[in-house]
């Protein structure tokens, strides 16, 4: 009985600190979101500025802050993986390997509960390409259509 208890404790700790690591991966991709709204913001006054004929604008500067955002995208995906390890390969198996890797980060996305809206802000696409996205992405996964794609990549883990 002794040994249930400690293996009990041992467990809701394990359980706390994953829960911990998702609250934080959250966070982490809120920012991410955050980074790249900016960076959006960067890259349409640039556009102003070339239309507007100005040459103080430092284009390699700001091409450099955007390979350090997608380096920060890219390391969220693999912390997801280290906290989640077997999320990618059931998705895979799932899918009979259909999902690109592209679908594979939207997933991650989905699953750490991310909106349309913060999602088109991410990829930089209208919400309406994220909706169609998620659609492709049941198809693939051989969804109902009453089944919603946040519940069943919640349920994954």
């Known amino acids: 009985i002794l040994l249930e208890q400690e293996e009990q404790a041992r467990l809701k700790e394990q359980q706390e600190l994953l829960r911990l690591k998702n609250d ?8 991410n979101a955050l980074q790249i709204e ?6 349409d006054e640039i556009r102003e500025s070339i239309k507007a004929k100005e040459t103080d ?12 955002m997608e380096e920060a ?7 997801f993986q280290e906290i989640h390890p077997e999320f990618f390969s059931k998705l895979n198996a799932l899918s009979d390997n259909k999902l690109t890797p592209l679908d594979l980060r939207y997933c991650a996305y989905i699953h750490l509960k ?3 809206k913060e999602l088109a802000t991410i990829f930089n696409v209208e919400p309406k390409s994220i909706r169609m996205t998620k659609y492709r992405i049941k198809q693939k996964l051989n969804l109902d259509k009453e089944k919603d794609l946040e519940d069943f990549l919640q349920n994954i883990v």
């Open 38 to 43: 900016r960076k959006n913001q960067l890259l």
């Open 24 to 31: 934080q991966m959250h966070k982490e991709a809120l920012a």
């Open 114 to 116: 991310l909106s349309t």
């Open 57 to 68: 604008v430092n284009i390699d500067t700001i091409l450099k802050q955007e390979k350090r």
């Open 73 to 79: 995208l890219d390391q969220s995906v693999k912390e």
